[in-house]
């Protein structure tokens, strides 16, 4: 159900067609880079914050979509494992948000950067499509 959600709001912000995020891996991959595209620009965007509010936005809602769409029950320590991930993604947004200097977006970016990477491979392991 969480799935039909993310892949619903990418339509609607980013206004592709269904066919193109049809698979949940492929679901889950977009909002991944979404996140890691929104989090990049924040970080380089320095002082300008108020620019930045829409970034902000996409990037909070892309942590709560790959959140709820974690199956604890069959994923285990891995659906764990991400949650204190995104958790940790979530809370040094807020950090930059509030314009906490002691923010490590840079971290996050390199985090996602590696799930990403381990996502995307997973998916050609399993017949996805990787983009």
Known sequence: MNLML????YIQDHKVQVSDIADP???ILLVMQEL???LRKIADHG???AALRKQFTNAFTAIYILQTSLDFTRGGEIAENLFQLYE?????LLKA???NPDHSLSNC????DE???AWEMVGSMVGGQPT
């Open 36 to 38: 890691n595209k929104n």
């Open 6 to 9: 993310a892949r619903s709001t």
């Open 88 to 92: 940790y993604v979530r809370q040094e």
């Open 47 to 49: 002082t300008r914050h």
């Open 25 to 27: 891996h492929t679901t």
């Open 115 to 117: 799930i990403i990477e």
């Open 109 to 112: 970016i390199v985090l996602l």
């Open 97 to 99: 948000f509030g314009r």
